[in-house]
């Protein structure tokens, strides 16, 4: 069964310091997200994509955080200038449309 | 506002018995689905409701629309030890135009042999 893939499994930066998180949504799918989740607390919306733009973003998606799909298969989640409370896991989804939304395994990232 | 409460928050039962979680809002949604997250995995989807009243089953997993499209319920029966773990409800509230789906506060579930 197709997959999100998510890479590193495991990130760890120091405070100001720039990330970019990868993911690889299912080939098929046209709408992306990105979800964080703060240990122990619930998964929060960040951002959605769709024709290469972003379509809603949340009040956590402020100016540091930017999002691109460089090419055909890739997603990604760019932190500008990482602070300490960034730290969480970052889970990429995508979407047909309507229909249910398909995470990968993460990405823990740590910001120290 | 889209706040999604799920309750109870969590909850330790006996291999074998029945579990009901539920998750309200105050407002309206269009689709609830239920996830199961794993400690340090990502949400895995084991329902997909889409109209008021739906009643949809996968295996031993059972799960409703609420008619007033401010809730939905989750259904376990005869609970295994591999039933734990959190499980999440979310809803989406189209047309939104993103399909973005906000999830609910979660209910852990621990099952003792």
């Known amino acids: 069964e197709p997959e999100v893939t998510q890479t590193p499994s495991h990130q760890v930066t120091q405070m100001g310091q720039e990330v970019i998180l990868r993911c690889v949504p299912i080939s098929n799918h046209l709408y992306f997200y990105w979800y964080r989740q703060i240990l122990g607390q619930k998964v929060e919306f960040l951002v959605s994509?769709?024709?290469?733009?972003?379509?809603?973003k949340s009040e956590i998606f402020d100016d540091q955080f930017s999002v691109e799909r460089p090419d055909g298969s890739n997603f990604t989640l760019k932190i500008r200038s990482t602070k300490l409370e960034d730290s969480a896991m970052y889970f990429c989804a995508s979407s047909e449309g309507a229909g249910p939304l398909h995470f990968g395994n993460g990405t823990r990232l740590t910001v120290t | 506002g889209q706040q999604l409460n799920q309750s109870p928050q969590s909850m330790f039962i006996q291999e074998g018995e029945d579990v009901s979680m539920n998750c309200t809002s105050s407002?309206?949604?269009?689709?609830w689905l239920w996830y199961k997250q794993d400690p340090g995995e990502g949400p895995v989807l084991l329902i997909a409701l889409y109209k008021a009243g739906e009643l949809t089953s996968n295996g031993r997993l059972t799960a409703q629309f609420g008619i007033t499209r401010k809730d939905s319920f989750l259904n376990i029966s005869a609970s295994i030890p591999s039933d734990v773990g959190i499980y999440f409800c979310?809803?989406?509230?189209?047309?939104?135009?993103?399909?973005?789906?906000?999830f609910g506060t979660g209910t852990r579930l621990k099952v003792l042999a």
């Open positions: 407002s309206i949604f269009n689709t």
């Open positions: 979310a809803g989406q509230r189209a047309p939104s135009g993103t399909y973005k789906y906000i």
């Open positions: 994509f769709y024709n290469n733009e972003i379509s809603e």
